[in-house]
């Protein structure tokens, strides 16, 4: 039987995957500097969401590999592997959705000549941001792959559950290897949907106290 705080813990998990979404819908496409500028205060707000995010998914999934047991190799794995997904996942909005802005708003009433100089700039913040994307991508695949593992091992959750996790971390892992994922905000919709589907899932099933 779960304890109040592992199910506190789901509850905390189906908040994040309602933060994530409206991340992905106030999520804004790239473009020119013009429209990066207009667009700098959904860009904050977006990542600012994404970045309240994180403290709930650490708490929450601390109840998941509580739930399946702290002595648990691969349940502690992956806890420990997600830690790192969550810091590059912070990383990657403070960078494309503060820095980023920030910094162009300086730049509001440069001459056109001006405005050409910073693009190296933004171009760099384009490629650390995708740096960390794959950071948080091979962590978030693998902590789940490990969890699922878990998941068929204690069978404290019903087996397929485990078997979506495997599932997405596969998809996932191999539209990020081919490229197709890596670069464009539909693959990171993409990426982040199969996450959240099963993140929902887990959280329900934590916040009901039982594992089917």
């Not at 601390?62 to 047991?69: K, S, V």
């Not at 997904?85 to 920030?102: H, I, K, Q, S, Y």
């Not at 191999?174 to 996450?195: D, E, T, Y």
Request: with cysteine; glycine share 8%; hydrophobic share 60%.
């Amino acid at each position: 039987m779960n304890t109040q705080f592992e199910k506190n813990s789901g509850i905390a998990l189906v908040l994040c995957t309602i933060l994530l979404v409206f991340t992905m819908v106030l999520h804004p496409a790239g473009g020119s500097f013009e429209h990066l500028l207009k667009m700098t205060g959904i860009i904050i707000v977006s990542h600012v969401i994404a970045i309240v995010c994180v403290p709930f998914a650490a708490v929450g999934f601390w109840g998941l590999t509580r739930r399946l047991g702290t002595d648990n190799f691969f349940s502690m794995s992956a806890f420990s592997i997600m830690l790192f997904g969550l810091v590059a996942v912070m990383m990657a909005a403070a960078t494309n959705g503060l820095v980023l802005p920030v910094f162009i708003e300086k730049y509001a009433d440069a001459p056109a000549e001006v405005v050409e100089s910073i693009k190296p700039f933004l171009k760099y913040n384009i490629s650390v941001n995708h740096a960390f994307d794959y950071i948080y991508t091979g962590a978030f695949c693998l902590a789940m792959l490990f969890w699922s593992i878990a998941i068929l091992r204690t069978r404290k959750f019903a087996a397929w559950a485990g078997y979506l996790g495997i599932g997405v971390s596969i998809v996932v892992a191999v539209l990020f290897a081919s490229g197709f994922a890596a670069m464009n905000l539909q693959g990171l919709r993409l990426f982040i949907s199969g996450i959240i589907v099963w993140i929902a899932v887990i959280g329900v099933l934590l916040s009901r106290g039982r594992g089917d």
